[in-house]
């Protein structure tokens, strides 16, 4: 018993509408994509704690003094857990993740919440998801220094939120049919950090002009709520583009994510945004059925991947024992 594995899988993300403005308080949309980060714990027979990323092939002893820039943020969540529990015995942490690192598809969070929730398991702490949201919140920080927590909330709830900072979210119902999501690597490198500081700071210095654009993307997140409520994916494609136009005017686009951008829209996607801080990473296009493969085949002409996902209705969940 004492060494099997305990595992703890959590989604990736696509916000929807509304980043960026969502920092300063104004309402998002996100979604739960198929994509997973998994967390395997296991007691060790000796006292050190060993935190091991497949993905980023980085190794952390915590109790030997060795701790790797990259797992700063898990070993803090081990240390929180680890503290919480009184345990004083050695454990084993690995992370493997399908969601693409730096990509604006939440993988740090979904990290985060899976090993919270996985360490919770293995010791017994009976923490519910608030709780767990929260210490993977804190993770995220030391991350992105000021997220929205968007992120670490979607991937432990799943479905589709809309998302108030410091208010909680609330469960949006989905109910478009026979559309898909289309996601497309810009190949840019990407710093959310970097992207929300330029941001807070083109807002301060053109609030009189800003401060429209953020109401205008807080009327386009409710009617977001409202075309997926009535699936009406006409309505959601017009939304996406109009989103993409604001989130341009705030700075977070350049010539490569336009250019993925109206290759989507021309070859027929119903609409197409950035998705996450901007500068690089993913844009995502609705399509329906009918015309996913060609805009799939047109944008692998200008981008080295190209995925497409679905709204997963699962949150942080633990798996069966390997
Ligand atoms: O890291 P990304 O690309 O998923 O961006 C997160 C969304 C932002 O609104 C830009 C930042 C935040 O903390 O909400």
Redesign the pocket.
Known sequence: MANEWIVASAPG?V?LA??????KGEP?IAMAISLRARAYVRFREDRDIVIESEDLKVRSVPTRGIVKEELIPIVSIVNKIVEMSNCNRGIELRIKSEIPP?????S??AVAVACAAALNELLNLNLGLDEICKIAYEA?VIV?K??????NTISTYGGVIL?R?GKGFESIQYNIKNHKFILADSGLP?N?GV??SN?LSLYSRYERILKHVYKASRELVMMVVDALRKGDAEMLGDLMNINHGLLSAIG?SNAKLEELVYIARMSGAKGAKI????GG??IVALVDNSSYSKVMNALRTVSRRVFVTEVSKDGVKIEKDN
Request: net charge positive; proline share 3%; glycine share 18%.
């Open positions: 993300k916000i509304g980043e960026h403005f969502v920092v998002a730096a990509s604006g598809m939440g740090s969070a995220e992105h000021k997220p929205s927590g968007i992120d998302y900072k990407r959310t992207m929300v941001v977070v998705t996450g801080a901007g990473g993913f």
